[in-house]
């Protein structure tokens, strides 16, 4: 079965571009079938042959949806489509055909507010913290960001995928020859979250997949670690 995956969000810079390709190399790793599907028309088009994965310009709206539906008939690919900002009804076009929609958003009260209207748009959306930031302070910082959200989207936002500056490396042309273990390990490690998203079939997220259930659980292993130390 083909699955279609897309990463949108009305607002720039949150890392749709980034994760889509971080997702495409990663599921690579993991021995999927990956295709990038570009949606951004205010973007220039990677020159041919310069991705490790199979990419389709979906920049415009037929295109697209040949795309689409030539992904659909497909077995055992994945389709990741990276949106662009500011494209709603592009947005809600995609969010209708794509059995996942994730929409990446930074630790700001802005982004928050603007990917919570986004979570209301699109019903079957879930939101993902991306560019986290790791370090502990900044982290408790953004825990309490993440509980000001709206209660009834507290279940629908996931998990965080951290800040790793290596990432831009990926969109490098040309690619570099061999890229840091981290970012391989970090694009494997993504790749497995979304597949165990792609399992779950629509259910609710479970408690421990979601940024609060995750935040407790590193809150929790922060104290032991703290308390062992001292
Ligand atoms: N996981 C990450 N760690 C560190 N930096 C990141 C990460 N993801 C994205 N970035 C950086 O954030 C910036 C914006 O990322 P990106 O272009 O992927 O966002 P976008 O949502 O596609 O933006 P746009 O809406 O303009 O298309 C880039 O400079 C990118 O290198
Ligand atoms: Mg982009």
Redesign the pocket.
């Known amino acids: 079965m083909a699955y279609i995956v897309s990463l949108l969000g009305s607002k ?8 889509s390709h971080m997702l495409c190399y990663g599921l690579g790793l993991l021995g999927h079938r990956a295709a990038y599907v570009m949606t ?1 028309g205010g ?1 220039e088009a990677p020159r041919p042959g310069t991705l490790p994965y199979v990419y389709a310009d979906g920049r415009e709206a037929p295109a697209r949806a040949r795309i689409i539906q030539a992904l659909k008939s497909r077995e055992d690919w994945i389709g990741v489509v ?1 949106g ?2 500011n494209q709603m009804q592009t947005d809600d076009g995609l969010h209708a055909e794509s059995d996942l929609v994730l929409l ?1 958003f930074r630790d700001s009260a802005e982004d928050l507010r603007v990917v919570c209207r986004d979570l209301e748009r699109m019903p079957h959306a879930l939101a993902l913290p ?2 986290w930031p790791s370090n502990p302070w900044q982290f408790k910082a953004s825990v309490r960001l993440l509980e000001s959200a709206p209660e009834p989207l507290h279940g629908r936002i996931l998990a965080p ?1 951290f ?3 290596a ?2 490396q990926l969109l490098q042309d040309p690619l570099p020859e061999s890229l840091p273990t981290a970012l391989s390990s970090a694009c494997r490690a993504v790749a497995r979250y979304l597949v165990g998203l792609l399992e779950l079939d629509g259910a609710p997220l479970p408690a421990e997949r979601t940024a609060l259930g995750a935040a407790a659980r590193m809150t929790r292993v922060v104290a032991a670690r703290e308390k062992a130390g001292a």
């Open positions: 720039g810079g949150s890392g749709k571009t980034t994760l951004d973007r990276d662009g900002a990446p991306s560019q995928v800040a790793l500056s990432s831009k």
